[in-house]
C-alpha cells in the first residue's frame, strides 16, 4: 500500500481483556517498529523486527506485552489482560532498510482502557 | 530519567518570523538525531535529521543544529508558515551502538500565527 495502516483506529477495552493490534507496512519494507505515545509524551520504543525477526523486544513493558511478524510483512501487537495503564496510542512503523532512519509511521490505533 | 528533552511545550510565532525549537540530550552514546513532525490524529512525519559527524543540516525552510559539547540541536524553520502549525519532536538514536530503536523527547507544539 502507499502507507503504514494500522487497524484498528481506535479500540476500547474492558479491563483484563485481550487486545491485538494490527500493522500492515509499506510493501516491501524489512524493518518494523512499534512505539506507545502516553498522552502529553513522545512515543516510546517498544519493540524491532527485521524481516520476521525480533531483534529488540528491550522496550516492551511486561510480558503481558507480545509482537510478532511471522512472515515479515504484517504485524501484530497483543496485549493480554489489559489495565488501565495501557492506554495510549500505539504506533508502528516501517523502512526499507535496516535501521530506522527515514521510516514511515501509520497513524497509530488509540486504546483505551476502561 | 528523560534522555531526550524539549523543554517548551509550546510556542507561538507570527507568519514570515523565525521559528526556533530546541532539544536536549544526555546520552553521549546518540550518533544520529532526526526531527519529526505530528499532525493531530495522523503518525509523525520525518522533517529532517542530522549525524553527530556533522554540526548544521539544511533543507528548505528547515535547517537543524547540532552543539555535540552542549549536548543540544535545533530546528530553525524560516519564514514560518501557518501550515508547520503543529508538534514537533526531537528523537535520538545510538546506532554506533547497535541500537536501531528512536528515543523521543515530549515534543514542542508550534502555533504560527497568521
Known amino acids: 500500500g502507499a502507507g503504514v495502516s494500522q487497524s484498528p483506529r481506535y479500540k476500547v477495552a474492558k479491563r483484563g481483556q485481550d487486545v491485538a493490534l494490527r500493522c500492515d507496512p509499506i510493501?516491501?519494507?524489512?524493518?518494523l517498529f512499534w512505539y506507545q505515545q502516553a498522552l502529553g509524551q513522545g512515543p516510546e520504543f517498544l519493540t524491532y523486527?527485521?524481516?520476521?525477526?525480533?531483534?529488540?523486544k528491550s522496550g516492551l513493558p511486561s510480558d503481558r506485552f507480545f509482537a510478532e511478524r511471522p512472515e515479515g510483512s504484517v504485524s501484530t501487537l497483543k496485549i493480554q489482560r489489559t489495565q488501565q495503564e495501557d492506554s495510549a496510542v500505539y504506533l508502528c512503523?516501517?523502512?526499507?532498510?535496516?535501521?530506522?532512519?527515514?521510516?514511515?509511521f501509520g497513524s497509530g490505533t488509540r486504546l483505551t482502557v476502561v | 530519567d528523560q534522555q531526550v528533552k524539549q523543554n517548551s511545550p509550546s510556542l507561538s510565532v507570527q507568519e514570515g518570523r523565525i521559528s526556533i525549537l530546541n532539544c536536549d540530550y544526555t546520552?553521549?552514546?546518540?550518533?544520529?538525531f532526526l526531527w519529526y513532525k505530528k499532525y493531530p490524529a495522523e503518525g509523525p512525519t520525518f522533517l529532517i535529521s542530522?549525524?553527530?559527524?556533522?554540526d548544521k543540516n539544511e533543507d528548505g525552510r528547515f535547517t537543524v543544529f547540532l552543539n555535540k559539547s552542549a549536548k543540544h540541536l535545533s530546528l530553525h524553520i524560516v519564514p514560518s508558515q501557518p501550515g508547520d502549525s503543529a508538534v514537533y519532536f526531537c528523537?535520538?538514536?545510538?546506532?554506533?551502538?547497535?541500537?536501531?530503536?528512536?528515543?523521543f523527547g515530549k515534543g514542542t507544539k508550534l502555533s504560527v500565527i497568521p
Open positions: 512503523a516501517s523502512s526499507l532498510a535496516m535501521g530506522g532512519y527515514g521510516y514511515t
Open positions: 510493501s516491501g519494507h524489512v524493518s
Open positions: 523486527f527485521q524481516n520476521e525477526a525480533q531483534l529488540d
Open positions: 546520552n553521549s552514546m546518540f550518533d544520529y
Open positions: 542530522i549525524s553527530s559527524i556533522k
Open positions: 528523537a535520538a538514536s545510538a546506532e554506533g551502538a547497535g541500537s536501531y530503536q528512536l528515543t
